[in-house]
Nanobody
Framework: QVQVVESGGGLVQPGGSLELSCTAS???????????VSWYRQAPGHYRELVAS???????LYVDFAKGRFAIVRDIAKRSVWLRMSKLKPEDTAVYYC????????WGQGAQVTVSS
């Protein structure tokens, strides 16, 4: 049984930094490094949106608002992916979700990130 567990998150002041982690367990149809792992976020009243992803190539992809501020990092041996966030803004406040694409999508439980003074 596949499990995707997130940790991190919390309250941070504007301009601050925060790190989220995502760790996968269980059996996937493919090897972990072959899977695409993405971070999404969903703010109240908004649709869930992509933040960053990393896949087979190992090349990270970022949406515009994440470029220069967020970094997605993968450790294949630990089957873990981190989202390192810096220069956080109030509009980054959201629940952040880890997603793993295999023969189906697997989601973590979500981690609340609140950016406020």
């Amino acid at each position: 049984q596949v499990q995707v567990v997130e940790s991190g998150g919390g309250l941070v002041q504007p301009g601050g930094s925060l790190e989220l982690s995502c760790t996968a367990s269980g059996r996937f149809s493919g090897l972990f490094h072959q899977l695409t792992v993405s971070w999404y976020r969903q703010a109240p009243g908004h649709y869930r949106e992509l933040v960053a992803s990393i896949g087979r190539s190992g090349i990270p992809l970022y949406v515009d608002f994440a470029k220069g501020r967020f970094a997605i990092v993968r450790d294949i041996a630990k089957r873990s992916v981190w989202l390192r966030m810096s220069k956080l803004k109030p509009e980054d406040t959201a629940v952040y979700y880890c997603n793993i694409e295999d023969d189906r999508d697997y989601w973590g439980q979500g981690a609340q990130v609140t950016v406020s003074s």
